[in-house]
């Protein structure tokens, strides 16, 4: 099903550029880039006609009749002209969105200008999507800030094309080096990825977009979420629950910007493995996020809380079979006869972004199952082949690998017994090939490359 004609012009854009030879640069998330403080404030909301259903196209307005004025404070607080009060959220640096009034409004921030050179105007948003509670009213809006905040900006040209075009090599220095500095993770050299450009390379680990130089870190643990984490298991892992698995196999998402995809369909499917106690073992389809969710910019990236929630809960999830695979940046063509699969409720964990820790990655992970979180991908860790990893600052000096943000799901978490070293269990979407059959473990407790800052929590609905 084609839900409206973003994506159809993201992606066109996409093609535009690819023409114009910035070709390697595009992949990433929108070019928008809009921090807290520039959202933060008194905005006005102007929305059309709510007799729209889930198909509505936002791409035109029609006319306004719902004014509304929303503050949003800090940190997740919201209230209209009447006093009513609501939640909001950024979704990193993208957009954001505000639930007030058993309505749900979704919008992009305003931006000109493509992945490499953009202006963000965050005191305005693009045209959004708003639903009732139901997930049946459905309306366009735009939002003006009432205080004008300064254009911002963007510039992410630190790569000559002409390398992004290379094809990557491993840079078996850069391995001996992580090899030898440090001996709580191996790298080594994957000849697959030898078959992929450096931009290939780049959209596998999140997208150049993707850059974001201060994700917030995390919220520090309150005296309650320290006491329930002290009744935790120390390892846990939901591939063996008293034997039973309640993971997906791991799949590869080759060189399209898709891990958020993979990401938040592992986290749905592992939502209805356990609450079908296994009597249900779905594998959702990606490519019908990269291809038809106007909340996702195709293989140019896209955000786990905009798919595996947003998405999920607005349109439902399709099998596999509906749209099987291709990793490219296709025309929408799910199967219109396939069923969906949605999920009641998502959120930030915490409520908001910004407000994610570990304590509380630990308990939402045991009591509500495996979680999508993004993270920083760095030059070291394409190479990963085992242990505990964390940033070793290795550079790669063939490949210039930019720092980007991979969307992955976390289905564990232990104590390495001889150095006490705390690790999450991840998997990835690079192949069973790759790591540690598929899944990587990362430091734990650190914050590193910022995996505890955006964990998502979903309830599927099986
Ligand atoms: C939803 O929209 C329809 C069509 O405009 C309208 O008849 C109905 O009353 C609306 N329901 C709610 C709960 O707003
Ligand atoms: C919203 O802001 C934009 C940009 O400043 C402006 O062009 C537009 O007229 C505003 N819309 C309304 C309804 O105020
Ligand atoms: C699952 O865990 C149990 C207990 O630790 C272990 O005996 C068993 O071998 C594990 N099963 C698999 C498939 O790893």
Redesign the pocket.
Known sequence: MMVGGRDREMRKRGVVLLLVCWAALCAGDTPGNCMYDDIRGTW?F?ETERSGDNTINCDTLGP?VHTKTFTLSFPNNVMDELNNEGTWTMVWNQGFEVNINERSYYAFSYYEGNMLISTS?C??TMNGWSRDNTVRNWSCF?G?KTTPVAPRPTSRVTVVESQLQQHYNNDHNMIHNINTMQTSWTAKAYPQHEKYTVQEMLNRGGGVGSMLTSPPTPAPATPEQKARVSLLPDNFDWRNISGQNYVTPVRDQGGCGSCFAFASMAQVESGIRIATKNQRSDVFSPQDIVSCSVLAQGCLGGFNYLTGGRYAQDQGLVAEECNIYTGQGDPCNTDSSCGRTYVSDYEYLGGYYGACNEELMLQSLVEDGPMAVAYMVFDDFHNYEGGIYHYTGVKNEFNPLEMVNHGVLIVGYGVEPTTGEKFWTVKNSWSDTWGEDGYFRIRRGTNECSIESMALKVTAIP
């Open positions: 006005t102007y306004i105007y005191d305005r735009f003006n």
